[in-house]
Each structure stands twice: as structure tokens, then as C-alpha cells.
């Protein structure tokens, strides 16, 4: 978690300042990672290791939002991918395809994307059948 974070700090420092696109959405992606390993290490480890009934009654929320960072970090992947791909095989291109403007609106759909389409599953789950963490009965 740690390092998570200050690789998305250092990232956004070093890279912004190079204000390139592979630098963006690698800090993005960064971003989305360290985001993902909070929640993970300060509310759902402790959920399994300590039993917390608060947190477990609660924890398709917890879920949702991991699920979101997973999915920017998912879509973070592609899109850095893509531009490495352009970068190599389109370098003529290669500064139209990735300005700052589209840069800034790859990195929007990033976000947008998953919390959009993560809202569809979280309202069906919340309202219908609830879904959240159950620990599986014990086996003798």
C-alpha cells in the first residue's frame, strides 16, 4: 500500500512535469492501484482478519469500490498499451493521436467507464439480492 502510494506521488510529480502522455496515464494508472490496495489493506483485510460486523454488513460497498479501481486500473492498462502501441508503429502520428486534449479525455473515460458501468451491478446487487461478504460455515 506504501509503495502504491508513493509511486502514484512520485509519478505524478515526475511525470506531469514531463507532461507527455505516457506519462499521464501511467500516473493515472498509478493512481487507480493505490486507491485499490487502501480499501484492500485498511478495510477489507481487517474485515477477514478481525471479524468486523460493521464492515462485513456493509460489504458490497466496499466491494463496489474496489471493483472500480480494479476497472481503472483494467482500463489504465489498455490505454497506456495503446499508446505505446502508437508510439511505436504510428510515430509519424503519434503526437496527434496522444495530445494533452485527448490524453485528458482517455484519463475522464478511464474513471467514467467503470464507476459508470459498475453502478448497474451495485443497484442490482443492493436492491435485489444484497450481495456481501458471508464467511462459509465452519466444517467439522
Known sequence: MLANWTVAIVQKNVFLRWKNAFGRLTANQA??????STIFG???????????QLIRENSQH???A???????SVYSHLFISLNRFCAIFFPINYDHLFNKSTTTKIIIVTWIVPIVSSFYLYTYDFYRSKLQFKPSQKRD
Open 66 to 72: 474496489l471493483l472500480i479501481c480494479y476497472d481503472i
Open 42 to 52: 485498511l478495510i477489507y483485510a481487517p474485515m477477514l482478519i478481525f471479524d468486523i
Open 62 to 64: 466496499v466491494g463496489h
Open 31 to 36: 493512481l487507480g492501484d493505490a486507491i485499490h
